[in-house]
């Protein structure tokens, strides 16, 4: 017993000064970035949900359960780690007082003896699960198509592997208890009996020789498993719940985080580039919220998976971006942690790895190339499929602040659209005198706010840039208007006085011509006096409803889709004319997983006669992007395929006669697709695009309307 006692606690100890020291190493990493007291307050405010969020995405592992059969594994290895702690709380007991040693009231319990063998024998299970898709995912096999693909897949194996030694260690200590009669439980322990009974025939020393041999490779194995976690991706075991806690809870990906600078929002009337941070322009000037989640990175690929940059050729991976960043920040730290007199005398690969711009390609060994970097449309799949809550976009948009505002780096033709926001209020430069032509196309009259909006007037109807100057886009704002007008609906809209939202201008990083832009729209909405905005475009929506509270401008603001879906439900729209077509509905980014919009165009579809829908198989919540998000709008595609391609391939798949979206902007990246495909005779000639308010005004309109006395 004393040699035992011996062995364990020297390699307790000595397993426990590496882990101190490693975690010390971590926290002293993470704290060396920028404040974010944002988190901690949100944290603080927020306790019931702070303990409904952990419940959920941690213990209950909801995102992870919606890949099932990978979820189940997961889960069940997962509360493996919960469970079996009691395993080892009994094996440090037989350590030190015997190896009759059981828990003080429940150690005896049966209830607990078949939970640690059910979830031990359930983990195993989730290992072999674990190891098929592995296999069946290989890289080498699948290459890009694998989510693996660029994850460290030895360290993942060594995982397993030392899950599976927790597993059968404690099973031998466990079944030669049950061989000496010193296990406490009942046969409830089903897998320990199991093994005991085929150890009795050694004889009661031999036995209580190997119970002793498997509680020090059952307590050894653990500690060396620590070690392993604490120094690769499986930390994520420790960091992944406070990952969640001090994750932004928006319902949906929500707005675009304020330029913060040492913990507090940057005020361009007084920043100072040389003093202030300006974005992300090397690894010490994330926060550490951004350290967080560098190490919660699971390797998992789900994010890779769902990209449409990486689908579609690109050298963007979600998970590779993250994993770059948290190795660039682990070979910086010596650096980050030496004075300015010792970081002379740190060894070359340290100072190789500090002299590393943050962005640059190749010729400059850029931790991150900046064809990365500009090939992310902020279509959010990525941070929805992660498992602990990730938050990439947060990151991209901030290393694109330092490259736009500091070093001026970007796409040159993004450039004309940000000199066009500049000049003119909108992207395409044209006058503001044009957001008015589209109303001289209606029977009825529109008004327009000059002051203040008219009394009587509900809505105030933010028509954007491409609602009011694109001619596919005008299609839809006349529909909506008149959809308006049937409805009974008193709107006006600011036309000249209407400039852009900013979203491509904050999208692409140039947060100043954002604040620019929407300063100069929160101070005509507030000085028109206005409440309720219903906006067509989902960038449009977003940014109103999300980002310009930032700058002191809230307001009740609706999409056309959810304010249309209401006047349908309540009678005050009907579609009576049937439209005898299959429609497939395409999500766009910022209307579905931005703001968790997806129930209304189809509820409005639904309402069509004669409308057959199919979804594709990518939709919703796993919907594919159109391609123009993250100000892409503005940028050539000259990487790989082009999005707006793949996603009209994907749309053709279900034969159908018309694809309906709900966003300006996909209205034109999907309408392009379909004409290429046209004219390479990959589409039939009658096939379009339409928004979902064209089809319920086609439907609408299709006969007259009763007189009063008949609907009476």
């Known amino acids: 017993m004393v040699l035992r006692l011996i062995i364990g606690l020297a390699a307790t100890v000595v397993a426990l000064v590496f882990a101190v020291r490693r975690v010390l190493f971590l926290y002293r990493l993470a704290t060396n970035g920028q404040p974010a007291p944002d988190r901690i307050a949100l944290a603080k405010a927020s306790v019931g949900e702070d303990v409904k969020l952990q419940a959920v995405e941690v213990f209950g592992q909801r995102k992870l359960l919606k890949w099932t059969v990978p979820g189940l594994a997961h889960f069940f290895v997962m509360w493996a780690f919960f469970i079996l702690a009691t395993v080892y709380l009994e094996a440090y007991g037989a350590l030190f007082f015997g190896l009759d040693f059981h828990i003080p009231l429940i150690g005896t319990w049966g209830v607990l003896g078949f939970l640690q063998d059910f979830i031990a024998v359930a983990a195993f299970l989730g290992l072999i699960v674990f190891s098929v898709i592995r296999l069946k995912n290989s890289p080498k096999k699948l290459d890009r198509k694998s989510r693996f693909k660029g994850s460290h ?122 003093e202030d941070t300006f974005g992300r322009g090397k690894i010490e000037d994330f926060t550490w919220k951004g350290y967080l989640d560098f190490a919660s990175c699971t390797e998992c690929g789900r994010c890779q998976s769902q990209c449409p940059a990486w689908n579609t050729g690109k050298p963007l991976s979600p998970k590779s971006l993250i994993m770059d960043l948290r190795d660039h920040a682990l070979a910086k730290a010596p650096y980050i942690f030496a004075s300015e007199e010792e970081q002379a005398n740190l060894p070359e690969d340290v100072l190789k790895e500090a002299g590393r711009p943050l962005v640059g390609g190749a010729d400059v060994n850029g931790v991150i190339d900046p064809d990365v970097l500009w090939s992310c449309t902020n279509c959010g799949a990525c941070v929805e499929q992660c498992p602990v809550d990730i938050e990439h976009i947060d990151h991209i948009v901030d290393m694109r602040r330092y ?76 529909a909506i208007a008149e959809l308006l007008h049937i409805a009974g609906v008193k709107f006006a809209v600011l036309g000249p006085m209407e400039a852009c939202s900013g979203d491509p201008a904050r999208r692409l990083g140039m947060e100043f011509v954002f604040q620019m832009l929407a300063q100069q729209n929160v101070e005509t909405l507030n000085e028109a006096g206005v409440k309720k905005i219903v906006a067509s475009c989902p960038h449009c929506f977003n940014t109103l409803a999300n980002e310009y509270p930032q700058l002191g401008g809230t307001y009740e603001v609706v999409h056309h889709t959810q304010l249309l879906s209401h006047l349908v439900e309540t009678g005050k729209l009907t579609p009576v004319t049937p439209i005898e077509e299959k429609i497939t509905y395409h999500d766009p980014c910022f209307l579905g997983r931005h703001n968790k919009v997806y129930a209304q165009p189809r509820d409005i579809m639904a309402q069509v006669p004669g409308v057959q829908t199919q979804e594709m198989h990518r939709c919703k919540e796993r919907g594919f992007c159109c391609g123009a998000g993250g100000a892409r709008m503005w940028m050539e595609e000259r990487i790989g395929k082009r999005i707006n391609t793949e996603r009209v391939e994907e749309a053709l798949e279900t034969d159908p006669d018309t694809v309906s979206t709900a966003c300006p902007f996909c209205l034109v990246m999907l309408g392009d697709a379909i004409n290429e495909k046209k004219n390479s005779g990959g589409a039939k000639e009658s096939l379009e695009v339409v928004d979902v308010a064209q089809l319920l005004i086609k439907s609408v309109k299709g006969e007259a309307e009763p007189a009063p006395a008949a609907a009476e």
């Open 153 to 274: 897949l030895g360290g993942a194996w060594l995982v397993l592997f030392m899950i599976f030694n927790v597993i059968w260690t404690m099973f031998l200590f466990r079944g030669a208890g049950v061989a000496t009669g010193n296990f406490p439980y009942g046969n409830a322990a089903f897998m320990s009996h199991l093994v005991g009974n085929g150890l009795k025939g050694l004889g009661h020393d031999a036995g209580e020789a190997l119970e002793s041999v498997g509680l020090l490779l059952h307590i050894g194995v653990m500690l060396a498993f620590l070690i392993i976690v604490l120094n690769s991706k499986h930390l994520h075991i420790f960091v992944a719940p406070l990952n969640v806690l001090f994750k932004r809870r928006p319902d949906g990906l929500g707005a675009v985080q304020p330029m913060m600078s040492d913990g507090k929002p940057i005020d361009f009337e007084e920043a100072d580039p040389d």
């Open 403 to 478: 490259q736009v505002m500091i070093e001026s780096s970007f796409p040159s033709e993004a450039g004309v659209m940000l000199k066009n926001l500049e000049n003119k209020g909108n992207p395409w430069g044209m006058s503001e005198m044009k957001r008015l032509d589209w109303i001289e196309e209606l029977d009825f009259e529109v008004p327009v706010v000059e002051e203040k909006m008219p009394e009587d007037t509900e809505y105030l109807f933010w028509v954007g840039c491409a609602g009011a100057l694109e001619d596919r886009a005008k299609k839809t704002t006349k």
